[in-house]
């Protein structure tokens, strides 16, 4: 281990747990083995993060949505804290953020793209907040086996980052704690066992949420503004009310905690299938995910 002060300690252990995070120091390890195959992929598109503080002590817009500004190459998103501000989540490609130099620009882009926010945001939280972090970058990454051995196992964003359209990165990290656990309690704690089956069960269902969170990039930003997509989406649910066994929509089928590829972080899971709130020019709203494919969305 290297420690904050710069010294080194060697530490013996039974099992090394590498859960820590998309850019793992324990998973650049793995990659210096033979048969172990490792992609990564960054996005276009960067992130920002902006606050919308509370109105008057309250929440500046309806909690209980995830609020989407879609605008086919870029969108905007906003989910609710408990401290009732909004985290406002601008994703764009690079070179878009990177052409907005000065805060008069800001508000341009503002003005023309997202104007129901900056009263909301405020007008001088955005010129300043614009510049306070550069973009972020997304990156995917796919890998496998996730173990060495009965000696290490990588786990969560170290094993399998997600760009997080999908909002399921996390849960997914929950769920090989709780696959981790059951088979350490299945095959008596023998790690020889517990691992290579840790692997085998987890690697298709990691793989499966990485592929469909980079197409939900695509379908948040752009097919929402489609009418056949909508369409589309309120026949699934239909289908669903009428043949709940023989149908059933693939986000539901996902955060379903009871099957495979199984969400088991309630506070996401509750934010992201209750209520997406679309805001088009100025702004659609679309009520829950459920609602919304079930055709009882409302626009404003
Ligand atoms: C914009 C955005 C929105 C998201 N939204 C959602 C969502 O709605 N729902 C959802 O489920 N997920 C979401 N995610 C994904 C979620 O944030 C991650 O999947 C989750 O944080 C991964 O947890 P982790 O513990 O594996 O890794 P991390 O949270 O990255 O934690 C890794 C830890 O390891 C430490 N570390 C790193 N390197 C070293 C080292 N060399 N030595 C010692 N320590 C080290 C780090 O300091 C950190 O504490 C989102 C991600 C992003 C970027």
């Known amino acids: 281990l290297l420690r904050s002060d710069g010294s080194v300690q060697e530490i013996q252990a039974q099992l090394i747990v590498g859960c820590d995070g ?35 002590g309250e929440f500046a817009m309806k909690p209980n949505y995830l609020h989407i500004w879609p605008r086919n190459t870029f969108m905007m998103i906003a989910l609710p804290n408990l401290d009732k501000t909004f985290t406002c989540t601008l994703f764009m490609p690079f070179e878009e953020f990177e052409k907005i130099t000065t805060g008069e620009e800001v508000m341009a882009f503002f003005h023309k793209h997202f104007p129901d926010t900056i009263p909301l945001i405020g007008a001088d939280a955005l010129r300043r907040d614009y510049f306070r972090l550069p973009a972020q970058a997304m990156v995917s990454v796919k890998c496998s086996p996730y173990h060495i051995g009965d000696k290490c196992v990588l786990m ?26 059951e088979m350490m309690e299945r095959f008596e704690e023998d790690l020889s066992v517990v691992l290579p089956e840790y692997t085998r069960v987890r690697v298709p269902d990691d793989h499966a949420i990485a592929d469909l969170a980079m197409y939900n990039y695509i379908e948040m930003r752009a097919h929402v503004n489609s009418r056949w997509f909508l369409f589309r989406k309120r026949l699934d649910n239909l289908l669903y009310a009428v043949m709940p066994k023989a149908v059933i929509p693939l986000y539901t089928m996902v955060s379903d905690s009871s099957s495979r590829i199984a969400i088991t972080f309630l506070g996401f899971r509750r934010r992201l299938s209750r209520v997406f ?8 709203e679309l009520r829950t995910m459920k609602q919304w494919s079930a055709g009882t969305g409302k626009t404003k």
Do not use: W
């Open 22 to 56: 998309a850019f793992s120091a324990v998973r650049k390890q793995f990659l210096r083995r033979s048969r172990f195959s490792y992609s990564q992929t960054y996005i276009p598109h960067g992130y920002m993060e902006l606050t919308m503080p509370p109105a008057d």
């Open 277 to 284: 709130v679309l805001h088009r020019s100025p702004s659609l």
């Open 156 to 181: 969560g964003d170290a094993a399998h980052a997600v760009v997080p359209f999908y909002g399921q990165g996390m849960n997914a990290g929950f769920e090989d704690c709780i696959v981790l656990d």
